[in-house]
C-alpha cells in the first residue's frame, strides 16, 4: 500500500469535469442556412431525379453528417470584452464546412453565438486577428495606434475579413494559400507550393513563398528574412524557400517558428516591420549577379504582382531575377535556403522533379501571381483591384511601383543538429509557457520521438531582442500550457497527465473521474490479447482503420507508430490499461486554467487545474516570498507548496491559510506537530498527506495521543468556557502539561530544510506585508493570522523589538511568554540576514505619526508591486504634509527604499515606469498635485474606503480641498475620486464620439402624445420642451411662435358677403383673399426653418418628414374649403415653386451637425414624385449648410446636376460651397466653374446654365474662397460686377442679382483684408469698384473674355457708361465685406450720403441705406447703440428740411425736393440700424436693443401718419423690415417679448402694400428671435457677418417667384452665423434640465473695464471671445470654474453638445424650481442660533437637504428615537448632530470617521481593546489637526478646511485622557513599571498597558537604558533625556512619577 501513498502524494486534483462539445457543433445543425447550402453541393445528379424524392434526401442528409465531420475544426482564446479588458471566460470559432461560428460564453452558463458567418466556398481556415490602423507605418508608435479587432474567414481564391464594428472587408489571393497566421502586425500567408513549379535555376528566380497583409485594404506583400551568416555579414532576401514551414506564430513577443522540410531543423525568427534601408536592398538590384540578362528589369516581381491589370500570360518572360535573391550566392548559414544534404531519398528527389511546362500556365490568371494549378472557374477572371492600387498606374506601367516589403523575419536560433538514428519531424504543437518565476519557455512536441523540447528564452536587457538559452527534452505526448497558473500539462507516454512548471515537474494530475493509469493497474490480470499481433499482421489493422497511409499509421495506441520504442515493461503495462478503458489521447484548446482532453473514446471532457491560492492573503505572501528567495529556491517552494494545496480534497478557503504556515515551516525546519500553535489548526478532515504522514494511516486502534490532541483542541478550551459548564458544575479537566513542557525542551530547527537560510529574509517579508495588510481595513482577519507566524518567527531569531510591536499591536494576541524553538547557535551563521534587514521593526502608522509630528525619519522600505498601498501612503504623506512636490515625480525617492535581489533590476525598472507623473493637468496647489497623482497611480473611492481613517485623513483633506474648486479640465477619474460626479460625467461625456452621446437623451423630449401626431405635422414636434420651459417659464410665447410659423394647416379666409355681391363674386373675392393670405403661408418656412435650427436627430432607416405646404383656406361659417386652382381667379404660375424650396431647407436645417448620416441616407430621402423636387433641392441646401453633404459621393452629385433640374442645382451647388466654406477645394471649384462661364476658358464650349444657377455658383465662389484673398477669382468677380448684357438674350434679365452675387462673392473672397491685398494692387479693387458705385466711363475689359464683349447688346442700349443701377449695390458691398472692421476713414468717405441736393438727385434712395451700411461696417468701432449716432449719419441737408411725418401741412420749397429727402431720410437711418444689429448681432445690448425699438415704433406710427405718401408706403415698410430685422439680430435667440409683440402684430397685416417680401422679412425676425428654440445666437465674426449680409439683404422680393435683385436661396446663409451659445445647467443626480447661478466675467476692451455679471442658467452666455471666465456660483449648487484664458476649446464642446453643463447640488440645498427664493433650506433655518439648535434637529428634515441614501437610511435607523430609549439617547443625539455636521460641512464621507472614533473611545472606556490600531488612528487623526502644514492651511483658508467639527475632538482626546489615568491611578502604574523594566506583568491588564504605550508614545524598554535614568532626580532632566526619544510631554508627566520613584501623579 506504501506505494499507493506516494501516488497519491503528489497528485494534484483537477477540478469542475465537464464533457466538452464543441459549441458551433450544434448550432450548425440549426443554421438555418447550413443543410440547403450543403444538398445543393452533394447531391449526386442521379438522386436528384429518383421517383423516390425522401429516399433522396435521405441519402443526402448521410453524406452531409460524413461531410460535416471531416471538416469540422475550431480553436478557443480568452475571451476579450467589447472595451478591451480581459474577462473570464471562453469564446470558440468552430469551422464546418462553408460556416463560421464564433460563440462567447463563460465558465458556467452556456455559451452564445456571438456571430455566426456563411460563404461561398468551403472555410479552409478561420482566426482572429488584430489589424492596426496606423497612420505610420514605423514601430515607435505602434503603441499608440487603434486597433481594429477582426475575424478572418480564409477559402480558397479570397479571405474575408470583418471586424467588431461591422466593417465587411473581401481580399481576393493571388495564390494558393497554405496557411495564415495572425500576427502583431496584420496576417501572414503561407504560399502553398505547387508541385510543379518552374524549378529555381540561375536564369529564373523562385518566387516568394511567405507574404503578409497589415490591413484588409493593404496589398499583400512579400516577407523578407535577415539572417546572419557565418562571417558576421547578414544577408537580407526574400522568404523563397519551400522547405521552410511555419510551424508557430506569437504576437507577443513577436516570433515565428519555422521548420526546414530538407535539414529537419526548427529555426526561431523574430518578426518586426521592416527597416527602410532592408527595404532598398531587397528593392534596389544587387550587381554582384553580374549577368547582363538579370540586370534587364527593375524588378520583375513587381511586373508578375501587376499582371493581374493586364491578364497576358508571363510565358514569354522568364522570371529574372525577384531582387538580389541569387542562385549563386546561397550558403549553408543561410537558413531559407539550405544547401540540400546528399542524403534526400529518391522519394523526395521526385517529387521536386518539376516540370516546366506545367509551371508557366498558372501565371496566366486574372489574380496578381495566381499559382494555383487548378483551372479557375470562369467567374473569378473579374479583375478585382486591391483597393490602394490606383487603376491608371497599373494599366501604364506595371514596373514603375515597386510592391514594397512590410514585414522582416530575424534569425534568433536554429536548434542544434541531434545525431540520432531517428530523423527529425516537424514539430506538431509549439506553445510559449513561463515557469512559477517568470522565466518563459518555447516549448515544441516532436511527436515523432514523443519529445516535448523546452527551450529557455528571456529579453536582453536593453529589450531589443530576445536571448535563447539551453533545450530541455521532456518526455511526452501531447502537451499543453496552463498560463493562468504559470504551468503546463504534459502527457507522458503512459498515459498519465502531469503538470511542469518550466522544466520542472509538479507532480501527476488526479481527474476524478477518470481513473489514474497505475491504479487500475494490475500485475496479475490476465491479457486478453497483445496488440503485437496485430503489428505483425497488418490485415485485421487494415480493416479497422480502411486505407492505410504510410506516412501516418492512424493506430488505436498512438505509441505503436514507432516499433523501436517497444521497451517490454513499459509496453506491457499500457497496453494491459488501454484495452481495459479509456485514456487520455490528446489535450487541446488551453484557455486560462482550462484545458480539453481528448479520450480514446473520442469524447472530450475539460478540466480545471486549480489555481496556487484562493485567499488573498496567501497569495500576497507567496508573491513576498517568490520575490525575494533566488528562482530555483522559489520555483522549489512553490511546487512544494502547489502539490499540498492540490491534492485531492483540497483544503478549503479558511484552512488554505493554516495549511500555508504548516507547509511554510516545515520548509524552514519546524516540526509542526509539536509546535503547540500550529498543532491545533483544524485541516476539517483533509489532512493533506505531505504534512501528516502518520497520520493518514487508518489505525484500528486509538492511542493516548488521541485524547491529548482532543484535549489541546480549540474546541475543548472554548467547552470548557461555556457557560452550560458551570451550571453543570463540570470540574475543568487536568490537562497534562508535562505533555507542553517536554514539548518546550527540544524543540529545534532542521537546518537542513530548503528554506532554513532564507528565514531572516521570508520574516522581513512578511512583517512588511503585515504592515500593508494594516492598510487595508478588510484585512484584518488576514492580520490576526500573519501575526502568530510572525511572533512565532521574532522570537526564534530572538527579535525582541519586533515581538514588543506586535504586542503593542494586538495585546489580546501576542503574550508576552510562549513557545521557543531553539535554533542552533552554530546554525545562525549559515542564515542569510539580507542587507535591507533592520533590527528597529518598520511600522507605516509610526512613520506617518513621525511626518505629522514634523520629526525625521528613515526611509520606508516597501516591496515593489505587492505593497503599493504602504508606497502609495508614504509618498501622499510626503508630498502633502512635508510638501515635497518632488517625491512623486522623483523616480526613486529619499522617502522608500526599495527591497530587491540584485538580478531582478529590470522587472523593478519596469514597475516605476507605470508611475511617472504626467504633467498634462494644471496642479497648483499640494491637494491638487496629490490627487492628480493618486488617479494616476490608479487609486479610486474604493481604495481610499479601506484605509483606515487616521491614515485616510490627510488624503481626504486634500480632496475636501480640492472639491471646493476644481479645474474644468482635470480628467474624469480624478473627478469622481473628489467627489464631483458633475465633472466626471462632463469629462466622460466630453470624450464620447458625437452622435452617441446621452447628452441628446437628456434633452430631447419624447414624442407628443396621441393628439399631436394625429394632426399633420407641422415640422416642429422635435423641439425640446424640457429646455425651452425652463428658458421662458412664465408665459407660453413658444406655443404662440408655432402657431404663428406653422404652414401645413388651411387659413381662415374671412370675408364678408355684402348684400350687393353676386355668390360667384363673393367666391372670386374669397380667392383673392386667400391668394392675399398664401403670399404669407408662402414665406413662412424660412423663419420656421430658424426656429428649430439643428433640433432633430433622424433616425437613419426612415426618411426626413417634410411637412406639406398647405395653399388652401377655410371659411367661416360652414368651414367650406377654399382653393385656388378652381380657375376663378388668375394664379401666377409657379408660384410655390421657391416656397417648397425654403420649406424643403426648414425641414433639413432641423437635422443636428452631429447626426449621423451617409450617403445611402441622403440618396434615401430622393421623392417619388417630380413635384416634390423643388422641396429635395431645399433639403440638399440645408444638408450643405450643417455641413452633412461633404458625405454625399460624388457619383450622386454628378447624377443630380446632369438631370437639369434648376432648383435641385442652385441648392446642390450652394450646399456643397457651404459645407466646403474656405477650404479652395479644387474639386468643388471645378464643379461650380462649369457653371459660370467667366471661369471656363474662352474656347470652351457655350453651355446653356440658367440664370440663376449662374448666380448659386458665383456666390459659391466665394464661399469655397472665402477668405483667401485669391487673386485670379478676385480678378474674375470684379470684371463680373460689371458685367454687360451680351448679343442675343444672353445677360439681359436679372442682371442686379448676378451683379449683386459677384459682389458679395468678391467680397467674400478678400473679406475684412482691407488695404493689404497681397499681390492685388495693380488690380485697383478699390477704385475699380467705386466706379462701380457711383457710375463713369466703362473701362476697357481686360482678360480672356474681352471677344466675348466685342459686340453690344440688341436688347439694351447701355453706351459705354456703367449702369449704375446694376453694379452699385454689389459693388458698394463688397467695399464694406473687404473693409470690414479696418476703420478705414479713407474708404468710409467715399461712402458718405451726399450732402447737396444736386448729388443726391443722382442716387437711389435705396443705395443709400448699402452706403449707411457699408459705411458704418467699415468704421466699425465708431457705432455706438443711442439714437445721437444713428441720426448722425444723417446729412444737414436732409436733417433740416426733412418734414418730420406727424406735421399735417408739408412746407413748400421750390428747389428742394421732398420726395426724394424725406426717402433719403427714411433709408439712411434704416442703414445705421442695420449696422447697429450687426454690430450687437446676439448680444443681448441693452441700450441697442431700446434704440431700434424706439425707431422701429417711429416708423410704424409714420405708416399711419396723414403725408406717409411723400415718403411712399413701399419704402417705409421696407425700413420698417430692416429695423425690425435689425432688433432681432440684437436679440437673436432670447425670444424677448417686445420684438415677439411687434413681429405678431406685422404677421396680422395681410392687405395693402404687405407683399410676400415683407411677410419673409417679418418671419424672419421671428425666426431669428427664437433661433434653434432658444439654443443658439448670432455671431460677430467676419465670416458671419458675410453670411449675414447674404441672408439680410435689405431688398425684399416683390412676389414669390422674384429673384431679379437677390436670390431667394441666399437668404438661408444665415446658418453660416448662427452659434450654440446656450448653457444648460444638468443635475447629474436626476439627470433633468435645472436652474443654476453663472457669474460671467467679461475681458477688459476700450469700451468698458473688466466687469462680473450673474446671469441665471440655462441662458445664452454672450460671444466666448469676449470672457474670461464663466463660474457656477454657490451656495446651491458646487462651484464650477470654465477658465477660457486658457482657450475657448473646452467650452465650445460643451456648447456644441446641446450645451449640457453637469452641476451637483450641494447637500442640504433645494433646487431654484423647488426653493426660488432658498428659505427652506436646512442653512437657512439653523443659521439663527446654530448650536442650540444642533439637539433639535430632526432626522425627517434631512431628507429636504440631501439625496443620499446612504444618509437618509443612517438617518432613518441610527437617529430616529424609538419607545424605551433610556441610556441609548445620549448616542442617538450624538449621531444627530454628527449627521448635522457632516451634511452641512459637505463632508458625508466623514460620518464612518466620526462613529468608528466615539466606538474606539467607549471601547477604550470599558476596557475591551484587544487591539491598538483605532487607537493608533484616532492618535493620528488628532496629530494630523495639530500638525504644522495643516495649520498653514487654516491660515491661508480660515473659512474652509476643517473636516471635523472642532467640539468633538477635545471631547475624544479628554475621554481618552481620562481612561488612561483612571487605569494608572488603578494599580496600572505598577504595570508600566514592570514593563519597563522588562519584567512580566498580569495578563488581564496587557491590553490596557498596549494601549497606554501606544497613545503616549512610550519607547521600548531596550531604548531607556541608554540614556541612563537611574542618575535624574528632576523633571526638567526627564525633559532633557527624553527629548532625544521624542517623546511628547503630555506622556512624560504621567511617566515622571514611575521613573523619580514619586508614588503622586504629577497631574492634578
Given at each position: ?626 520575490f525575494i528567495l533566488p528562482k530555483e529556491v522559489a520555483v522549489q517552494m512553490l511546487v512544494k507548496w502547489y502539490s499540498v494545496h492540490s491534492a485531492p480534497g483540497g483544503p478549503s478557503y479558511h484552512s488554505e491559510w493554516n495549511l500555508f504556515v504548516t507547509c511554510l515551516m516545515n520548509m524552514m525546519g519546524y516540526n509542526t506537530d509539536r509546535l503547540a500553535w500550529t498543532r491545533n489548526f483544524d485541516f476539517e478532515g483533509s489532512l493533506s498527506p505531505v504534512i501528516a504522514p502518520k497520520k493518514a494511516r487508518p489505525s484500528e486502534t486509538g492511542s493516548d495521543d488521541d485524547w491529548e490532541y482532543l484535549l489541546n483542541s480549540d474546541y475543548h478550551q472554548n467547552v470548557e468556557s461555556h457557560l452550560l459548564n458551570r451550571s453543570l458544575c463540570l470540574s475543568p479537566l487536568e490537562v497534562s502539561q508535562m505533555k507542553d513542557e517536554d514539548l518546550s525542551q527540544n524543540l529545534s530547527l532542521d537546518s537542513s530544510t530548503l528554506l532554513f537560510t532564507h528565514i531572516p529574509a521570508i520574516f522581513f517579508v512578511l512583517h512588511l506585508i503585515y504592515e500593508e495588510l494594516k492598510l487595508n481595513t478588510l484585512m484584518g482577519e488576514g492580520i490576526r493570522s500573519l501575526v502568530e507566524l510572525l511572533v512565532q518567527l521574532a522570537r526564534d531569531l530572538k527579535l525582541e523589538a519586533y515581538v514588543d510591536h506586535y504586542y503593542r499591536d494586538y495585546p489580546a494576541l501576542v503574550r508576552t511568554t510562549g513557545q521557543v524553538c531553539t535554533i542552533d547557535q552554530g546554525q545562525t551563521g549559515f542564515m542569510h540576514h539580507p542587507s535591507f534587514f533592520t533590527s528597529e521593526p518598520p511600522s507605516i502608522y509610526q512613520w506617518v505619526s513621525s511626518c505629522l ?92 474606503e479601506t484605509l483606515p481613517f487616521g491614515i485616510a485623513l490627510p488624503i481626504r483633506d486634500a480632496i475636501y480641498h480640492c472639491r471646493e474648486q476644481p479645474a474644468s479640465d482635470w480628467p474624469e477619474a480624478v473627478c469622481l475620486l473628489i467627489g464631483r460626479q458633475d465633472l466626471s460625467k462632463q469629462a466622460c461625456e466630453g470624450n464620447l464620439p458625437k452622435g452617441k452621446s446621452s447628452v441628446t437623451q437628456v434633452l430631447s423630449s419624447d414624442v407628443p402624445s396621441g393628439t399631436e401626431t394625429e394632426e399633420e405635422d407641422d415640422g416642429m414636434n422635435d423641439m425640446n420642451q424640457e429646455v425651452m420651459s425652463l428658458i421662458w417659464s412664465e408665459d407660453l410665447r413658444v406655443q404662440d411662435v408655432r402657431r404663428l410659423l406653422q404652414s401645413a394647416h388651411p387659413v381662415r379666409v374671412n370675408v364678408v358677403q355684402y348684400p350687393e355681391l353676386s355668390d360667384h363674386e363673393f367666391i372670386e373675392e374669397k380667392e383673392n383673399r386667400l391668394l392675399q393670405l398664401c403670399q404669407r403661408t408662402m414665406a413662412l418656412p424660412v423663419g420656421r426653418g430658424m426656429f428649430t435650427l439643428f433640433s432633430y436627430h433622424p433616425v437613419p432607416t426612415e426618411p426626413l418628414p417634410i411637412p406639406k405646404l398647405n395653399l388652401t383656406g377655410r371659411a367661416p361659417p360652414r368651414n367650406t374649403t377654399v382653393d385656388l386652382n378652381s380657375g376663378n381667379i388668375d394664379v401666377p404660375p409657379n408660384m410655390t415653386s421657391w416656397a417648397s424650396f425654403h420649406n424643403g431647407v426648414a425641414a433639413g436645417l432641423k437635422i443636428a451637425p452631429a447626426s449621423q448620416i451617409d450617403s445611402a441616407w441622403i440618396v434615401y430621402n430622393k421623392p417619388k414624385h417630380a ?778
Open positions: 500500500m506504501s506505494n499507493f501513498y506516494e501516488e497519491r502524494a503528489t497528485m494534484i486534483a483537477a477540478g469542475d469535469l465537464q464533457e466538452f462539445v464543441p459549441f458551433g457543433r450544434d448550432h450548425c445543425k440549426h443554421h438555418p442556412n447550413a443543410l440547403n447550402l450543403q444538398l445543393r453541393q452533394l447531391q449526386p445528379a442521379s438522386e436528384l431525379w429518383s421517383s423516390d424524392g425522401a429516399a433522396g434526401l435521405v441519402g443526402s442528409l448521410q453524406e452531409v453528417t460524413i461531410h460535416e465531420k471531416q471538416k469540422e475544426s475550431w480553436q478557443l482564446r480568452k475571451g476579450v470584452s467589447e472595451i478591451g479588458e480581459e474577462v473570464d471566460y471562453d469564446e470558440e470559432l468552430y469551422v464546418a464546412g462553408n460556416m463560421v461560428i464564433w460563440s462567447k460564453g463563460s465558465k458556467s452558463q452556456a455559451l452564445a453565438v456571438y456571430k455566426a458567418f456563411t460563404v461561398d466556398s468551403p472555410v479552409q481556415q478561420a482566426l482572429w486577428c488584430d489589424f492596426i490602423i496606423s497612420q505610420d507605418k514605423s514601430e515607435k508608435d505602434y503603441s499608440g495606434d487603434k486597433v481594429e479587432k477582426c475575424i478572418c474567414i480564409l477559402q480558397s481564391s479570397c479571405i474575408n475579413m470583418h471586424s467588431i464594428e461591422g466593417k465587411d472587408y473581401i481580399a481576393s489571393l493571388p495564390f494558393q494559400v497554405a496557411n495564415v497566421w495572425p500576427t502583431k502586425y496584420g496576417l501572414l500567408f503561407e504560399r502553398s507550393s505547387s508541385s510543379h513549379e518552374v524549378p529555381p535555376g540561375p536564369p529564373r528566380e523562385p518566387l516568394p513563398t511567405m507574404f503578409s497583409m497589415l490591413h484588409p485594404l493593404d496589398e499583400i506583400t512579400p516577407l523578407v528574412c535577415k539572417s546572419g551568416s557565418l562571417f558576421g555579414s547578414s544577408r537580407v532576401q526574400y522568404v523563397v524557400d519551400h522547405a521552410m514551414k511555419i510551424v508557430f506564430l506569437n504576437t507577443d513577443p513577436s516570433v515565428v517558428m519555422t521548420y526546414d522540410t530538407v535539414q529537419g531543423l526548427h529555426s526561431v525568427w523574430a518578426l518586426r516591420r521592416v527597416k527602410t534601408e532592408e527595404e532598398n536592398v531587397v528593392l534596389k538590384f544587387s550587381e554582384q549577379g553580374g549577368t547582363p540578362q538579370n540586370v534587364a528589369t527593375s524588378s520583375s516581381l513587381t511586373a508578375h504582382l501587376r499582371s493581374l491589370s493586364r491578364g497576358d500570360s508571363p510565358v514569354a518572360s522568364p522570371f529574372q531575377n525577384y531582387s538580389s535573391i541569387h542562385s549563386q550566392s546561397r550558403s549553408a548559414s543561410s537558413p531559407s535556403l539550405h544547401s540540400r544534404s546528399p542524403s534526400i531519398s529518391n522519394m523526395a528527389a521526385l517529387s521536386r522533379a518539376h516540370s516546366p511546362a506545367l509551371g508557366v500556365h498558372s501565371f496566366s490568371g486574372v489574380q496578381r501571381f495566381n499559382l494555383s494549378s487548378h483551372n479557375q472557374s470562369p467567374k473569378r477572371h473579374s479583375i478585382s483591384h486591391s483597393p490602394s492600387s490606383n487603376s491608371n498606374g497599373s494599366f501604364l506601367a506595371p514596373e514603375t511601383e515597386p510592391i514594397v516589403p512590410e514585414l522582416c523575419m530575424d534569425h534568433l536560433w536554429t536548434e542544434t543538429i541531434t545525431n540520432t538514428r531517428e530523423k527529425n519531424s516537424q514539430a506538431s504543437k509549439v506553445f510559449i509557457t513561463s515557469d512559477l518565476c517568470g522565466q518563459k519557455f518555447l516549448c515544441f512536441l516532436v511527436e515523432s520521438q514523443l519529445q516535448l523540447r523546452c527551450v529557455k528564452f528571456q529579453e536582453s536587457n536593453d529589450k531589443t531582442q530576445l536571448i535563447f538559452g539551453s533545450v530541455t527534452n521532456i518526455q511526452a505526448k501531447d502537451a499543453a500550457p496552463v498560463e493562468k497558473i504559470d504551468t503546463m500539462l504534459v502527457l507522458e507516454g503512459s498515459g498519465n497527465l502531469v503538470l511542469y512548471t518550466g522544466v520542472v515537474r509538479v507532480g501527476k494530475v488526479f481527474i476524478p473521474g477518470l481513473l489514474a493509469p497505475s491504479l487500475t493497474m494490475s500485475n496479475t490480470m490476465p491479457r486478453p490479447s497483445t496488440p503485437l499481433d496485430s503489428v505483425s499482421t497488418p490485415n485485421p489493422l487494415s480493416k479497422l482503420l480502411g486505407s492505410l497511409d504510410e506516412a501516418v499509421l492512424l493506430s488505436p495506441v498512438p505509441e505503436l507508430r514507432d516499433s523501436s520504442k517497444l521497451h517490454d515493461s513499459l509496453y506491457n503495462e499500457d497496453c494491459t490499461f488501454q484495452q481495459l478503458g479509456t485514456y487520455i489521447h490528446s489535450i487541446r484548446d488551453p484557455v486560462h486554467n482550462r484545458v480539453t482532453l481528448e479520450l480514446s473514446n473520442g469524447s472530450m471532457v475539460r478540466i480545471t487545474i486549480p489555481e496556487i491560492a484562493t485567499s488573498e492573503l496567501v497569495q500576497t505572501c507567496l508573491q513576498a516570498i517568490k509630528k514634523g520629526e525625521g525619519m528613515p526611509p520606508y522600505p516597501y516591496l515593489p508591486v505587492i505593497c503599493e498601498r504602504s508606497r502609495l501612503v508614504v509618498l501622499s504623506i510626503a508630498l502633502y504634509i512635508l510638501g515635497d512636490e518632488s517625491s512623486v515625480s522623483d523616480e526613486s525617492s529619499q522617502y522608500l527604499s526599495r527591497i530587491s535581489i540584485a538580478p531582478q533590476k529590470s522587472q523593478a525598472e519596469q514597475e516605476e515606469n507605470r508611475f511617472s507623473f504626467r504633467h498634462s493637468t494644471s496642479v497648483s496647489s499640494l491637494a491638487e498635485r496629490l490627487v492628480v497623482w493618486m488617479t494616476n497611480v490608479g487609486f479610486a473611492l474604493r481604495d481610499l413635384e416634390l423636387a423643388n422641396e429635395y433641392a431645399g433639403f440638399l441646401m440645408a444638408l450643405g449648410l450643417n455641413g452633412h453633404l461633404t458625405k454625399l459621393a460624388t457619383l450622386n452629385i454628378h447624377d443630380y446636376l446632369t438631370k437639369g433640374h434648376e432648383m435641385t442645382s442652385i441648392g446642390l451647388l450652394l450646399g456643397v460651397s457651404a459645407a466646403k466654406l474656405g477650404t479652395m477645394d479644387m474639386s468643388i471649384t471645378r464643379l461650380l466653374s462649369i457653371h459660370i462661364p467667366a471661369l471656363l476658358p474662352p474656347t470652351s464650349t457655350e453651355l446653356d446654365v440658367p440664370h440663376n444657377v449662374q448666380v448659386a455658383a458665383v456666390v459659391g465662389i466665394g464661399l469655397v474662397y472665402q477668405g483667401t484673398a485669391h487673386r485670379h477669382t478676385a480678378e474674375v468677380l470684379l470684371a463680373e460686377i460689371g458685367r454687360p448684357p451680351g448679343p442675343e438674350m444672353e445677360y439681359c434679365t436679372d442682371r442686379e442679382s448676378y451683379s449683386l452675387a459677384a459682389g458679395l462673392a468678391l467680397g467674400m473672397v478678400c473679406l475684412g483684408h482691407g488695404s493689404n491685398l497681397i499681390g492685388m494692387s495693380d488690380l485697383n479693387v478699390p477704385e475699380q469698384l467705386y466706379q462701380y458705385m457711383v457710375g463713369g466711363h466703362r473701362r476697357f475689359q481686360a482678360g480672356m473674355h474681352r471677344e466675348k464683349h466685342k459686340s453690344p447688346s440688341y436688347q439694351i442700349k447701355e453706351g459705354d457708361t456703367i449702369n449704375v443701377d446694376v453694379t452699385c449695390p454689389g459693388a458698394t458691398l463688397a467695399l464694406a465685406m473687404i473693409y470690414l472692421k479696418t476703420n478705414n476713414r479713407s474708404i468710409a468717405d467715399w461712402l458718405r450720403a451726399p450732402d447737396t441736393m444736386y448729388l443726391l438727385d443722382f442716387v437711389k434712395p435705396e443705395f443709400l441705406l448699402l452706403r449707411t451700411l457699408a459705411r458704418c461696417l467699415i468704421l466699425w468701432d465708431d457705432i455706438l447703440p443711442n439714437s445721437k449716432w444713428v441720426d448722425s449719419n444723417v446729412p444737414q441737408i436732409i436733417r433740416e428740411n426733412s418734414i418730420s411725418l406727424s406735421e399735417i401741412e408739408l412746407p413748400c420749397s421750390e428747389d428742394l425736393n421732398l420726395e426724394t429727402l424725406s426717402q433719403a431720410h427714411v433709408y439712411i437711418i434704416a442703414g445705421a440700424c442695420l449696422s447697429l444689429g450687426f454690430r450687437f448681432a446676439g448680444s443681448e445690448n441693452l441700450s441697442a436693443f431700446n434704440c431700434l425699438h424706439k425707431f422701429a415704433k417711429d416708423f410704424m406710427t409714420y405708416l399711419s401718419a396723414p403725408n406717409a405718401s411723400v415718403t411712399g408706403p413701399y419704402n417705409l415698410e421696407t425700413c420698417l423690415s430692416v429695423v425690425l430685422l435689425s432688433l432681432a439680430m440684437v436679440m437673436a435667440g432670447s425670444g424677448n417679448l417686445k420684438v415677439l409683440q411687434l413681429c405678431r402684430f406685422l404677421h396680422m397685416k395681410t392687405g395693402g402694400e404687405m407683399n410676400y417680401g415683407f411677410h419673409l422679412a417679418h418671419h424672419m425676425a421671428l425666426g431669428l428671435l427664437f433661433l434653434g428654440g432658444g439654443r443658439y445666437s448670432l455671431s460677430t465674426s467676419n465670416s458671419s457677418i458675410a453670411a449675414l449680409l447674404c441672408a439680410l439683404y435689405p431688398h425684399f422680393p416683390a412676389h414669390s417667384t422674384d429673384n431679379r435683385y437677390h436670390l431667394q436661396a441666399l437668404r438661408h446663409l444665415y446658418v453660416l452665423a448662427a452659434e450654440p451659445r446656450l448653457l444648460v445647467p444638468v443635475d447629474v443626480d436626476t439627470n433633468t434640465p435645472c436652474y443654476a447661478l453663472l457669474e460671467v466675467t467679461y475681458k477688459g476692451t476700450q469700451w468698458y473695464e473688466q466687469t462680473k455679471e450673474e446671469l441665471m442658467a440655462p441662458t445664452l452666455l454672450p460671444e466666448l471671445h469676449l470672457l474670461k471666465q464663466i463660474k457656477v456660483k454657490g451656495p446651491r449648487y458646487w462651484e464650477l470654474l470654465i477658465d477660457l484664458s486658457k482657450g475657448t476649446q473646452h467650452l465650445k464642446s460643451i456648447l456644441s453638445k446641446d450645451g449640457v453643463l453637469y452641476v451637483k447640488l450641494r447637500a442640504g440645498q433645494l433646487s431654484y424650481k423647488e426653493d426660488p427664493m432658498g428659505w427652506q433650506s436646512l442653512l437657512a433655518q439653523t443659521v439663527a442660533n446654530r448650536n442650540s439648535e444642533a439637539r433639535a434637529f430632526k432626522p425627517e428634515t434631512i431628507s429636504a437637504f440631501t439625496s443620499d441614501p446612504a444618509l437618509l437610511s443612517f438617518a432613518e435607523y441610527f437617529c430616529k428615537p424609538t419607545v424605551n430609549m433610556g441610556q441609548k439617547q445620549e448616542i442617538l443625539d450624538l449621531f444627530s448632530s454628527v449627521l448635522y455636521e457632516c451634511v452641512t460641512q459637505e463632508t458625508p464621507e466623514m460620518l464612518p470617521a466620526y462613529i468608528a472614533m466615539d466606538q474606539a473611545v467607549r471601547r477604550l472606556g470599558r476596557r475591551e481593546m484587544s487591539e491598538t490600531s483605532e487607537l493608533w488612528q484616532i492618535k493620528l487623526v488628532l496629530e494630523f489637526f495639530s500638525s504644522r502644514s495643516h495649520q498653514e492651511r487654516l491660515q491661508n483658508h480660515p473659512k474652509r478646511g476643517l473636516f471635523m467639527n472642532s467640539e468633538f475632538f477635545p471631547v475624544v482626546k479628554c475621554t481618552i485622557d481620562n481612561t488612561l489615568d483612571q487605569w494608572l491611578q488603578a494599580g496600572g502604574d505598577g504595570c508600566v513599571q514592570a514593563y519597563l523594566n522588562g519584567q512580566p506583568c498580569e495578563e488581564s491588564q496587557l491590553s490596557m498597558l498596549a494601549c497606554f504605550l501606544v497613545y503616549h508614545s512610550v519607547p521600548a524598554p531596550r531604548h531607556l537604558p541608554s540614556i541612563g535614568l537611574e542618575g535624574s532626580t528632576s523633571f526638567a532632566e526627564l525633559l532633557f533625556t527624553f527629548k532625544q526619544l521624542k517623546v511628547p510631554v503630555r506622556a512624560l508627566l504621567r511617566l515622571a512619577p514611575l521613573l523619580l520613584g514619586n508614588p503622586q501623579p504629577m497631574l492634578m
